[in-house]
């Protein structure tokens, strides 16, 4: 019976030195720390991020939390069950990248209704993040962070160098034009511009960037390809008279077909001053490096 005893010592020992030698103590430097958030059932929550929100997750059921209707930054949080006793948790990821965490509490008057995040980011302008965020990698951006995105777009926003001649659409009083093509880790970069000379407000319905055949004998779903941007600076949704504005538009790396172009075509709100030009292979062959700027 003593060999077993032994034996079984022996093992118990092994598996201890094991787990010492195989697991590490997560240092505190590489904790994110949490908000404190008090919840209640009768009374809503909001909290107003710097930027849209891509990513919410709860720890339990206790609470409710989703996006705002129409807010695209302002996350609502409330108590689903009165009186829970037991502490639980959310994460909010933003489309700028950072990584908020939340431990919640249930509280029957919650001291803090509204709770705006900008107010915790930094001064400094180079590090411009919660103080307890992490920068995601999102899938939509490829391997590039969104911050270096958002600092590649304002690079190109602020250039006031035009890269592009003559792609442009002007009529009715209403210029629209691509100022330059960019490229930068796996994305591409639209630069556009819409100039107002008339004394009236362009409003923006929509704007589309689709892939056309050169030569279209009937339209249909299967000639157009629409690609979507995944990234807007300075996105417009009107240019007031004698104004002009730009908009940088970032999107996947993608080529156009051989006798295929990329057309973008503008539409003006309850109006008919719809623009439209064209962006040719060689167009995009001829691509800035955001590096160079």
Request: proline share 3%.
């Amino acid at each position: 019976m003593k060999p077993i005893i032994f034996i079984l010592l022996y093992l118990s020992t092994f598996s201890l030195f094991a787990q010492n030698n195989y697991t590490k103590v997560i240092p505190k430097n590489n904790v994110i720390p949490s908000y404190y958030l008090e919840v209640t059932y009768d009374k809503t929550v909001h909290l107003i991020f710097p930027s849209g929100i891509s990513y919410i997750d709860l720890g339990s059921s206790n609470i409710i939390a989703g996006k705002a209707e129409g807010a695209e930054n302002v996350v609502r949080v409330k108590a689903a069950v009165k009186d829970f006793t037991e502490e639980t948790n959310f994460s909010v990821i933003t489309d700028e990248g950072s990584f908020y965490s939340f431990i919640v509490n249930y509280s029957k008057e919650p001291e803090k209704l509204n709770i705006e995040m900008k107010n915790f980011l930094h001064n400094d302008k180079l590090t411009n993040r919660p103080e307890n965020s992490m920068e995601v990698q999102l899938s939509e951006l490829g391997n590039e962070s969104p911050q270096a995105v958002q600092m590649a777009m304002e690079k190109i926003y602020k250039t006031n160098r035009k890269k592009v001649k003559r792609v442009n659409s002007n009529q009715f009083g209403i210029e629209f034009q691509l100022r330059g093509i960019f490229s930068h880790n796996g994305l591409v970069f639209l630069h556009t511009e819409i100039k107002n000379t008339s004394d009236i407000p362009f409003d923006i319905d929509f704007l589309v960037f689709k892939i056309v055949d050169k030569k279209v004998v009937k339209r249909t779903a299967i000639q157009e390809t629409i690609i979507e941007p995944v990234r807007a600076y300075n996105y417009l949704t009107s240019v007031k008279g004698k104004e002009a504005e730009s908009t940088v538009f970032a999107f996947k790396k993608f080529t156009i077909p051989d006798k295929k172009q990329l057309v973008v075509e503008l539409f003006e709100k309850d109006g008919g001053r719809h623009q439209r030009f064209i962006i040719k292979n060689g167009d995009l062959a001829k691509a800035y490096s955001v590096k160079k700027l």
